[in-house]
Nanobody, 129 residues
Framework: QIHVVESGGGSVQAGGSLRLACTVS????????MGWFRQAPGKEREAVAT???????AYADFLKGQFTISADNAKNTLYLQMNNLKSDDTAMYYC???????????????????????WGQGTQVTVSS
C-alpha cells in the first residue's frame, strides 16, 4: 500500500518562500506519478504541479514559474519549492501519488487521481499580506 505524508506548511508573509515535502512509502518516487494539489476555502481542489515516472514536470498555468516540483530519489521524497508567495496561494496543499496506468496527463488529473490515487492529509499554507 502506498502512503504519502506532507510536511513543511506554515504561515509566511507575502513575497516569502516555503518548501513542502512529501514522504512516500510503499513504492519509490521514480516509479509512480506524483503531484501537488491545493484547495482554498470555498474553492475546488486544483492541480498545482506534477512529476511523472520519467521525470517530466508539468505546472498549472497560473503559476508562471513561481513554484518548482522536484524529487529526491534517495530520500523517496517529493518537494514543492514555492517562491514569491501571494495571499492567493493560501490553501491546504495535498500530495498525491498514482500508478502510471492511471495517467499523469494534466487533463482530468484531479478527477482521475481522486478515484485512483493515494492522498496525504494535507499541509496548510497561509500567506499574509
Amino acid at each position: 500500500q502506498i502512503h504519502v505524508v506532507e510536511s513543511g506548511g506554515g504561515s509566511v508573509q507575502a513575497g516569502g518562500s516555503l518548501r513542502l515535502a512529501c514522504t512516500v512509502s510503499g513504492t519509490t518516487v521514480s516509479r509512480i506519478c506524483m503531484g501537488w494539489f491545493r484547495q482554498a476555502p470555498g474553492k475546488e481542489r486544483e492541480a498545482v504541479a506534477t512529476l511523472d515516472n520519467i521525470s517530466r514536470t508539468a505546472y498549472a498555468d497560473f503559476l508562471k514559474g513561481q513554484f518548482t516540483i522536484s524529487a529526491d530519489n534517495a530520500k523517496n521524497t517529493l518537494y514543492l519549492q514555492m517562491n514569491n508567495l501571494k495571499s492567493d496561494d493560501t490553501a491546504m496543499y495535498y500530495c498525491a501519488a498514482a500508478r502510471p496506468i492511471y495517467g499523469c496527463g494534466w487533463s482530468g488529473l484531479e478527477v482521475r487521481w481522486r478515484a485512483n490515487g493515494y492522498w496525504g492529509q494535507g499541509t496548510q499554507v497561509t500567506v499574509s499580506s
